[in-house]
């Protein structure tokens, strides 16, 4: 597992993603963060929520979770804190950012 301490004073803890990162992994992250898009426009909330949903995806079924005033159950609703959901998705991306075929990763980092 791959263990991320938080910098949020209000919310400490940690929480985990798989380690070492393998293809099931990535197809559980994929379904949520890159099938949805097709067709939908980068002004729309959904573009970028499936980002977040494939985050949780990988923690509840491949790693842990355990920041302080955030229940595990809070994940699955709109009542995380928008610096908790922040900072996960900056984590999760830099995570898995490095294992996407480099085409989509030129194009995730808003390169192409």
């Known amino acids: 597992m791959k ?9 400490p803890g940690s ?3 798989p380690a070492p990162f393998l293809e099931r992994h990535m197809r559980v992250w994929w379904a949520k963060a890159i099938t949805p898009l097709k ?4 002004l729309d909330y959904a ?6 949903q494939a985050a949780i995806d990988l923690i ?3 790693g842990e979770w355990n920041i302080d005033g955030v229940a595990v159950g809070d994940l699955s609703s ?3 804190p928008m610096a908790v959901k922040s900072w996960v998705m900056q984590e999760v991306s830099e995570y898995v950012y ?6 989509l990763r030129l194009k995730a980092l808003g390169i192409t």
Not at 3 to 9: A, F, N, R, T, V
Not at 47 to 52: A, H, S
Not at 98 to 103: A, D, Q, V
């Open 47 to 52: 573009f970028y929520d499936g980002e977040w």
């Open 98 to 103: 490095p294992f996407l075929p480099p085409k």
């Open 78 to 80: 709109d009542g995380v």
């Open 60 to 62: 509840q079924q491949f």
């Open 39 to 42: 067709g939908v426009s980068t």
């Open 15 to 17: 929480f985990s993603l």
């Open 3 to 11: 263990q991320i301490q938080s910098e949020l004073d209000e919310y």
